[in-house]
């Protein structure tokens, strides 16, 4: 389970765009205590969509010591609306936020590190690397975007790693020869898009390398379809809505009154994982949470970032007459 979340108000200091579509925002607690925190952590900000409040999870960039959290936001079209509000705020806004957290951590001493980024996923391991090259540790980083315009921290990251930075610049990471090449006792941490993991992680295993020596965060926001509105139904709550484009089904399924619980909101944790009756469709598992197998079956769904082309109809375990 998460950490219990602590929240604070703060203030953005400073706003400055990274590339075309990612932002970094500075960001002051009120009370001025910035905490110190293992690289790899985030915080979690409070947003407003439409007129609700949400939140959003955030990494934090470079290392700790300083005298402000950095985060950076991609704006993501069509948005949950999460990027969009950040993208909208201007220096001397206040944010709530919440203090450091660590879900995405590498313990130091090991023999060797690989750090492995997709796009955006570059946020937590500036840190990461910075931290790792500091300290001296045999560090290699493979950063892989689209296009030269995608890359964001590039020079922070040179300066720290040199040439044991590796772009891949509009290719994919041959993830079945650098793993097989690993010293024994490499450490490797990646942070992507799902489909990266799910590559990642086979390859993984094909290398018959130890799981717990593959740690991984993804955002859930990288489907097989473009985000489109669907329908839901939950029967046993006499329930029928619509899913627009730019919520998620967990925040739907809350606004309809269900009480559907959550933790990562990322796909990883399965918390949020539903009962699948039918699906009058196709279903788009997000997540990284199901296996393969069980995604293949669609009887659950975890609806914190998977969604659906068509009718969805869901059970869901709450009920509110058991309260
Ligand atoms: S809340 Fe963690 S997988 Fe949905």
New binding site residues.
Partial sequence: MAQAAKWTETRVRAIRDVTHDVREFEIVPENGAVLSYAPGAHIDVGVMIGDAPQTRSYSLVGMPGGDCYKIAVKRVAPSRGGSAYMWRLAPGDRLRATEPKSAFAVEFGRASYLLIAGGIGITPLVGMAQMLAKRGADVRMLYAVRGERDLAFAETLRDALGDRLELHIGRQIDFAAEFTKLKPGTLAALCGPIPMLEAARGAWEAAKLSAADLRWETF?SSGRMAAAPFKVRVPSHDLEFDVPADASL?DALRSAGIDA?????????????MDVVACDGEIDHR?V?LSPEEKAHGRKL????SRARGVLTLDSGWRPDAI
């Fill in positions: 859930g967990l619980i959550s933790d990562c909101r990322k796909g990883e944790c399965g918390l949020c994982a997540d949470f975890c609806v914190c970032v």
